[in-house]
């Protein structure tokens, strides 16, 4: 069971350990770290969640589960639970944006400045790009880790709250420099093992929500 756990910590604290070297070289809540984090961090989040998928199906296999056993089939029927989802996921970024902005920041202004000023300084091409290769990644890789392995299997081995584990996990995965993004990562993490394990939404479903929302989001800032 140790191993498990290390398993699903591992991706978790190192990028939480790529994250920290941006505040250590640069400062919390300067514009060279959040330049680094947008350029570097949320590139190697990406590279990182690709890598994920093949990880994941092995230890499903290793689990003696096929991947159909974890992430289950679309039911059209529960497409609604999907879009409520959606609409917390949004909700839950909209929250760790005004949180960043108004505590961190002071003013709105100052973050919503910031962030262009980072957007704008990517290629228009790159910059479409991500937003449309980034949420797939993310949604896919994330979701068959943290709730697939990291609440699903880690169940099965008869680990007591996997869902709260693995929603630690899934914050730390988010670095330690923007504290409200790790806060909202847990928040979502322990929303979305909820659907899956109380609710039994299946997780090819939660992917679908993760990813719409990634999405939405991702294209409101081109």
């Known amino acids: 069971m140790k191993t498990m756990l290390l398993v699903l910590f591992l991706p978790a604290v190192a990028m939480a350990l790529i994250d920290a070297y941006g ?3 640069y400062g919390f809540n300067s514009l060279e770290y959040y330049t680094y984090r947008y350029n570097i961090v949320v590139w190697a989040m990406m590279i990182a969640s690709l890598i ?4 994941s199906i092995k230890l499903y296999e290793k689990a003696s589960l096929l991947s159909e056993d974890i992430l289950g089939s ?14 917390i996921t949004i909700s839950v970024f909209a929250l760790q944006e005004y949180l960043t902005s108004t505590l961190l920041f002071k003013r709105v202004e100052d973050y919503g400045r910031l962030l262009r000023y980072i957007y704008n300084g990517f290629p228009l091409v ?3 790009i991500y937003a449309l290769v980034y949420p797939v990644i993310i949604s896919i890789g994330e979701e068959m880790f943290f709730r697939g392995y990291g609440v699903k299997v880690l169940a099965l081995g008869s680990t007591r709250s996997s869902h709260l584990i693995a929603s630690i996990a899934y914050g730390l995965w ?3 420099g923007m504290p409200f993004y790790s806060l909202g990562a847990f928040i979502i993490g322990l929303i979305y093992a909820f659907f899956y394990v109380k609710r039994e939404l299946s997780l090819k479903s939660i992917i679908l929500a993760h990813y719409l929302a990634l999405l939405i989001g991702c294209l409101s800032v081109l």
């Open 74 to 87: 679309f039911d059209r029927s529960r497409f609604f639970e999907v879009l409520i989802l959606v609409f």
């Open 174 to 176: 988010y670095g330690v």
């Open 52 to 55: 994920l998928i093949p990880v």
């Open 23 to 25: 505040v250590f070289v």
């Open 126 to 128: 790159l910059r479409y």
